[in-house]
């Protein structure tokens, strides 16, 4: 199993930024495409944004682009979600998500079943 932890969420006000973290033990993000994910209340878990394992290609869906920025630091097992101009319906659940890959390649994988390994989740809430 591939243990991932989120932080960072938080209750901001709209126009505001927070910074999501998702850490991984050992080295397993170097090896991996990361995702991450959000569920609203009474909304199904959607897409956010992706990164693949190599080359730092990033991906994300329309209601984000401009706004929040998918980084990733090997090194320290760690990648982040910088989210900037936050809105009200930014509101959610934040998941981090892995997929082992055994090659390197650019690859971005933007949909659940792409990705076997989740994390428990980060509260983030945006008021106006």
């Known amino acids: 199993q591939v243990q991932l932890v989120e932080s960072g969420g938080g209750l901001v006000q709209a126009g505001e930024s927070l910074r999501l973290s998702c850490a991984a033990s050992g080295r397993t993000f170097s090896n991996c495409a990361v995702g991450w994910f959000r569920q609203a209340p009474g909304k199904e878990r959607e897409f956010v944004a992706g990164?693949?394992?190599?080359?730092?290609?990033?991906s994300y869906a329309d209601s984000v682009k401009g706004r929040f920025t998918f980084s990733r630091d090997d090194a320290k097992n760690t990648v982040y979600l910088q989210m900037d101009s936050l809105k009200p319906e930014d509101t959610a659940v934040y998941y981090c998500?892995?997929?082992?890959?055994?090659?390197?390649?650019?690859?971005?994988?933007?949909?659940?079943?792409?990705?076997?390994?989740w994390g428990q989740g980060t509260q983030v809430t945006v008021s106006s």
């Open positions: 990164i693949s394992r190599s080359g730092g290609r990033t």
């Open positions: 998500a892995a997929r082992v890959l055994l090659s390197p390649n650019f690859l971005v994988f933007t949909t659940k079943d792409g990705y076997p390994y």
